[in-house]
């Protein structure tokens, strides 16, 4: 996959994803928080598990070795965090929470840096900075309604998706589809069953639908997109790329929710558009070295993948499990499959 296809699916992944809370906020006039976490992750689970049943794929599907990972996915990122974001919306505007949403591109970069090593540099975090100060400056103009735990309670939902993302970092290597059918299905299942157990009722037609689609949409497509693009990028990249979704976001709720944006809206749109043009050009080249490795994930023969085959593959994108050997070069690359050394 090229790296120019990898920050558009997070692109994509991004502006996905950026609906949900604007949306979410008009649902959870009629929904229960938890309630209507486990609707959007059914929603996310079930249009990925159809694909995933019907649309064929060379993708390395996942493993037992994936379960421990992915069970955690599901509790941090498909239940903990969704539930904190819409009790903090129902305390805070659209737009509010919205923003508040670039903390989890701030949680991202620290955890990938303190538990992987990844590094940004000075380039990188310039662009994390201005990606978050353009979303300070909406915030400065918009100001948000509610108590202030409100947005705390959104600043712990963007601390849970953190611990998610370098989480799915584990996995990444797996076909995406699936881990994200996985973990919609999964933690779908679990709110669903935590909120009849609370006592909540099922929504009227119109809520219940709604919440399906923009689980699927805003939830299960975007995490597929994630979950490709954080191959390529790696965690703090692909985290950073995500950063947009708040700006979406803020949009978005000026469309749907008719909150109107101050004037600090088109400077802070400058501040986000330069913040990924820097990243979108960042890369980096010094000596390293790969450290022998067995993993299974789709690829071709380029220059980390010298292995023969017993079957007839061929140079076609394939996936099997297969050993590479230590070696070292030098060329300039990111945080993909193959390059998750420390610096």
Known sequence: MTA???W??????????????????????????????GLLYLG?????????????????PPSRRDLPALGAMILVGGLVAPVLLFAGLARSSAVAASLLLNLQAVFTALLAA????????????????????GAALIGIGHGGGGAWWGPL???????GWAIDDNLTRLVAAKRPVAIAAGKGLGAGALGLALAVAHGD????????????????LGVGASLALTVHALRSLGVARTGAVFATAPFAGALAAVAILGERPGVALGAAALLMAAGIALLATESHGHRHVHEPIEHEHLHDHDEHHRHEHG?????????????????????PHLPDLHHRHRH
């Open 153 to 159: 309670l959104v600043a712990g939902a963007c601390l």
């Open 8 to 37: 558009l699916e997070a692109g994509g992944a991004a502006l996905l994803f950026g609906l949900v809370a604007p949306v979410g906020k008009r649902l959870g006039v009629e929904v229960a928080p938890v309630m209507l976490s």
């Open 311 to 331: 079957g007839g593959e061929g140079d076609a994108p394939h996936a099997h499990r297969h050993r590479h050997e230590a070696i070292e070069h030098e060329h």
């Open 201 to 216: 009722r099922i929504p009227p037609i119109g809520p219940l639908v709604g919440a399906l689609a923009i689980g699927a």
């Open 4 to 6: 120019r296809r990898a």
């Open 44 to 60: 996310a689970g079930a249009l990925l598990a159809a694909v995933a049943a019907f649309v064929p794929s060379r993708e390395a």
């Open 114 to 133: 303190l538990l992987f090593g990844e590094q940004l540099g000075r380039r990188g975090a310039l662009a994390l900075a201005l990606v978050v100060g």
